[in-house]
């Protein structure tokens, strides 16, 4: 990627991410994602349900509405305070859409040839992809970069368009001559967490597109189910090694040690001190004992919040409004700059 300008920005810290609405969430999402947020809710973090991105491939109106509402339950669920973070709904506030297509006449069609999730996501089927799914990282830059963002919390798949949103805000701020105008956002990534992969490939990432429910567990999952996912994924015969280097050629044991780090708070190679020398029939068990335990709380809370559909909508129209109070006047001055109608 491009050489990056060291950032003239000189703005306070904020703290965004979201999550998009398309399909029931899964545990590398609550590992790579939610568990993060809740970490950072003291400094306020922007979290938003990106129903905007959710329709670069066909949804379902009213399946929208629902899956709106379920990311945002599971914001709550995992803890996150409305109080202390800003919930809201993407297309609740309008000048994401209104950005992006500023945006869209700053990004060079190289940069976005190189975005290698387009290309999974469109498959053999390029042709017949919709241009939003294209443009996808652009409004992922605006999403960003409309609340002058500095640090987006995301797990690995992100950092890609993370470096998308640099080059664009980079590219902006150079181009209307306002060094510094847009922060260059930072990736935040590192922990336990950020990339778990499917419990039946090691090499794949856990995802809600997987046809197998039996590759991932779901915050919807209850106890039994996530005991049985877990006693079904995939592993070898031998037992845990000493050290994180005898892991590296055994995927599929090392996603479950990391997947254990991770849920119980520990690095990979403490729990390989605990484990080390003993096999899947002793290790799975202990795991599945941690998940539940672990999960349970937030998988009945989300229970019960779908429920309570009024609480989850008055916390998305709170959320949307406070969102919009920072982002017209950010939205105001980049019309000014553009040279655009002022109304
Ligand atoms: P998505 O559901 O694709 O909108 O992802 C929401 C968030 O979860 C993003 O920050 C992703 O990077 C993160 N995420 C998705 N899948 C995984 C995974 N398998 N491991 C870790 N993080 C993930
Ligand atoms: N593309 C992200 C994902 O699939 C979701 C997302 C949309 C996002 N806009 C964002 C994440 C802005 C961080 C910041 O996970």
């Known amino acids: 990627m491009s050489q990056h300008e060291k950032s003239d920005y000189r703005g306070p810290k904020r703290i965004l991410s979201g999550i998009q609405a398309s399909g029931s969430l899964h545990l590398g999402n609550y590992l790579g994602a939610l568990k993060k947020f809740v970490a950072m809710q003291e400094e306020n ?23 709106r509402r379920g990311i945002a339950a599971a914001y709550l669920a995992a803890g996150l305070d409305p109080k202390k973070a800003t919930i809201f709904p993407q297309s609740g506030v309008p000048q994401h859409a209104e950005l992006a297509w500023v945006f869209n006449c700053t990004a060079r069609l190289g940069w976005l040839d190189r975005m290698t999730q387009f290309k999974e996501k469109s498959g053999d089927n390029k042709e017949r992809a919709s241009v ?36 664009i805000a980079d590219r902006f701020n150079r181009d209307y001559d306002a060094p510094g105008f847009f922060p260059l956002p930072e990736p935040l990534i590192q922990g336990p967490g950020a990339r778990i992969m499917s419990l039946k490939d090691g090499s794949k990432k856990m995802s809600k597109s997987d046809p197998s429910d039996l590759s ?56 390989l001190a605990e484990y080390a020398g003993q096999g899947f029939g002793a290790f799975k ?11 349970a709380p937030v998988t009945a809370e989300l229970r019960r919040l779908l429920t309570e559909t009024g609480e989850i909508d008055r916390v998305l129209t709170d959320g949307a409004e406070r969102a919009r109070a920072v982002a017209e006047p950010v939205m105001d001055e980049v019309r000014a700059m553009v040279g655009f109608w002022k109304g």
Do not use: C
């Open 45 to 67: 973090p922007f979290l938003f349900v990106a129903d905007m991105h959710a329709i670069t491939v066909w949804q379902d109106p009213k399946q929208l509405v629902e899956q």
């Open 285 to 295: 068990p202990a795991l599945a004992e941690v998940a539940v335990e672990h999960l």
């Open 132 to 167: 939003g799914l294209y443009t996808y990282p652009v409004l992922q830059a605006a999403d960003i970069l409309l609340y002058k963002a500095t640090d987006v919390p995301v797990g690995e798949d992100q950092k890609q368009h993370l470096e998308l949103s640099r080059d």
């Open 216 to 271: 991932r567990i779901n915050l919807t999952d209850d106890a039994d189910a996530i005991a049985r996912k877990i006693k079904k994924a995939k592993t070898d015969p031998e037992p845990l090694p000493d050290t994180l280097e005898e892991l590296k050629a055994r995927p599929e044991a090392k996603n479950l040690v990391s997947i254990f780090a991770a849920l119980s708070g520990r690095s990979d190679e403490a729990v």
